[in-house]
């Protein structure tokens, strides 16, 4: 029986998807529902991550571009707050006990930090489907996730993740 459940949410596709399995696992089981989004310059849609120990060795980077990027960074931030807002009432009108929290960091560590702060027992989470070399270089949260997380770990595969493998059809032939 699952008692608290976090639902690891993004701005994305399958953050609606992860938000709608998890409501309903949670209406099953009658579960506390904990909304997490992490800021990540890593998520899809968030403004381009400047990196300028001292902005005066890079041309081009100078106080203005800076503030310029903290502007894109505050909406990015209040857009995915309001985002966390209207699910957490989504749930609470479905007579679901939630709660939310934006957290900044790491997204792996920071899913698995608030599952042991908050004694999670199952966190659902999507997938991006990475692979290779790409998840080699920019690391898979979902990896990380299954495994160092206390608890339980539910991965949902969005449909344009899974690549389709090609099914040979097998022949047999019968000898009389």
């Given at each position: 029986m699952f008692?608290?459940?976090?639902?690891?949410?993004?701005?994305s596709e399958m953050g609606q998807s992860v938000f709608e399995q998890s409501l309903a696992l949670a209406k099953l089981t009658s579960a506390k529902l904990m909304l997490l989004h992490v800021l990540s310059p890593e998520e899809e849609g968030s403004p381009d991550l400047m990196i300028a120990p001292n902005i005066d060795y890079y041309p081009g980077w100078n106080e203005q571009s800076?503030?310029?990027y903290q502007q894109h960074w505050e909406t990015f931030k209040n857009e995915s707050l309001q985002m966390l807002q209207s699910l957490c009432a989504q749930a609470n009108t479905a007579?679901?006990?939630?709660?939310?929290?934006?957290?900044?960091?790491?997204?792996?560590r920071m899913i698995?930090?608030?599952?042991?702060a908050w004694n999670a027992?199952?966190?659902?989470?999507?997938?991006?489907?990475?692979?290779?070399?790409?998840?080699?270089?920019?690391?898979?949260?979902?990896?990380?996730v299954l495994h160092h997380a206390p608890c339980s770990v539910?991965?949902?595969?969005f449909p344009g993740s899974i690549k389709p493998t090609e099914v040979k059809p097998e022949t047999t032939s019968v000898i009389s």
């Open positions: 008692n608290k459940i976090i639902a690891a949410l993004d701005r800076f503030k310029l007579g679901i006990n939630a709660e939310f929290t934006q957290n900044t960091g790491n997204p792996g698995c930090q608030l599952a042991t027992d199952l966190i659902i989470m999507g997938r991006r489907g990475r692979s290779g070399l790409t998840e080699l270089v920019l690391g898979s949260v979902s990896n990380y539910h991965i949902i595969h």
